[in-house]
């Protein structure tokens, strides 16, 4: 079945870096658009970036521009979210995603980051 493991998430200072990543399997990873999404309880979800199947077209929301990375090694099965200049704003739940058409229909279970000093 399909499985969305992310992992790298932790207690960074704001300034910091973290790489997030998403294991993939139980479906063909080259065939799907992926993307990171985060939760903030008192936001609610928000969009962070996106990316299409073949790894050469990126979106980002214009919270993260600058400063996060999407990227995807197809040959690992593995999505990538490099974040940089950390915030405490960017404190959430980060879930990877696996995009049909214009839904995101397989969710992980999340990666926590925290940013705090």
């Known amino acids: 079945q399909v499985q969305l493991v992310e992992s790298g998430g932790g207690l960074v200072q704001p300034g910091g870096s973290l790489r997030l990543s998403c294991a993939a399997s139980g479906f063909t990873f080259t065939d799907f658009r992926m993307s990171w999404v985060r939760q903030d309880p008192r936001k609610g979800l928000e969009w962070v970036s996106s990316?299409?199947?073949?790894?050469?077209?990126?979106e980002y929301a214009d919270s993260v521009k600058g400063r996060f990375i999407i990227s995807r090694d197809n040959a690992k099965n593995t999505l990538y979210l490099q974040i940089d200049s950390l915030k405490p704003e960017d404190t959430a739940l980060y879930y990877c995603?696996?995009?049909?058409?214009?839904?995101?229909?397989?969710w992980g279970k999340g990666t926590l980051v925290t940013v705090s000093s």
């Open positions: 990316i299409n199947n073949g790894g050469g077209i990126t």
């Open positions: 995603t696996r995009d049909l058409y214009s839904t995101m229909d397989y």
